[in-house]
């Protein structure tokens, strides 16, 4: 178990990306510490969990609210005694994209791009004030393939604000990693290209077109994102910090 006794805590833990990479911590021996803004699906997923032998624990926290987020940690800590790994998946506003940047609303174009930018930077950075206290820790943040897409895709894709956002959490990673790798603190950020199994299905025309336009001919699953997260916040991974882990199946190429 590459997680064995490590605690863990991820936002946004009720979406798709979010609760596939809890399942996976927990099953490579995490405590995972689920949160997110509805209980009822946190709730759910800790039973799903425990079922499969693993432990979780939820609580209803908005990680755009920087007194939720630390007494959140505070209880954690005061309970477990440290926080070691934190992802943050929550939802910055996807849905905006489709509109030419000429045509869409100046709300429209900063909604995801200071969502984004809020809740990691409060998020890593609440996390990282407990992790200098024992000089170890990983913080895994989490963009897309919005940030670096081709020519082509650019023509492609009205990503709106959603692109400058992704964007603006690499560097933001980046930086923190700069300013936390001297206290021990690892920190790299996940790339993943759009996942087919949190589509409708009527994208299939969409699907087809993103799918040609990577090298292995095909996209990244929740299975594989979540993987890659296990390894990333793992030990065996630990000469890697300031990373943008390449989850795009070839779309980008860096």
């Known amino acids: 178990m590459l997680l064995k006794d490590k605690n863990a805590v991820i936002y946004g833990a009720g979406g798709n990306i979010g609760s596939a990479v809890a399942r996976a911590f927990a099953r490579d021996g995490a405590k995972v510490f689920l949160a997110g803004l509805t209980l009822p699906k946190l709730e759910a997923l800790v039973e799903e ?12 926290v908005d990680a755009l609210d920087p007194e939720a987020i630390e007494q959140h940690l505070d209880e954690i800590v005061k309970n477990e005694g440290s926080i070691d790994i934190t992802f943050n998946a929550i939802w910055i506003r996807g849905d905006l994209q489709g509109t030419p940047l000429i045509d869409m609303t100046l709300e429209n174009f900063t909604t995801p791009v200071l969502t984004g930018v809020r809740t990691h930077f409060l998020t890593a ?20 393939s919005a940030a670096a ?14 692109s400058t956002a992704c964007a603006a959490i690499e560097a933001l990673s980046r930086s923190l990693a700069g ?35 990577t090298l292995l001919g095909r996209l990244p699953t929740l299975d594989q994102v979540a993987g890659a997260a296990v390894f990333m916040a793992s030990d065996r991974a630990s000469a890697m910090t300031g990373a943008i882990a390449n989850l795009t199946c070839g779309s980008v190429i860096d």
């Open 49 to 60: 969990i425990s079922v499969a032998g693993g432990i979780a624990e939820a609580a209803q």
């Open 125 to 144: 950075t609440a996390a990282a004030r407990h992790m200098v206290q024992r000089k170890s820790g990983v913080i895994l943040t989490l963009s897309s």
């Open 149 to 162: 897409l081709s020519g082509r895709d650019r023509r492609y894709h009205l990503t709106g604000g959603f």
């Open 179 to 213: 300013e936390l790798g001297p206290q021990g603190i690892r920190v790299v950020c996940l790339r993943p290209d759009a996942i087919p199994e949190t589509w409708p299905e009527d994208h299939i025309e969409s699907r087809t077109y993103m799918e040609n336009g």
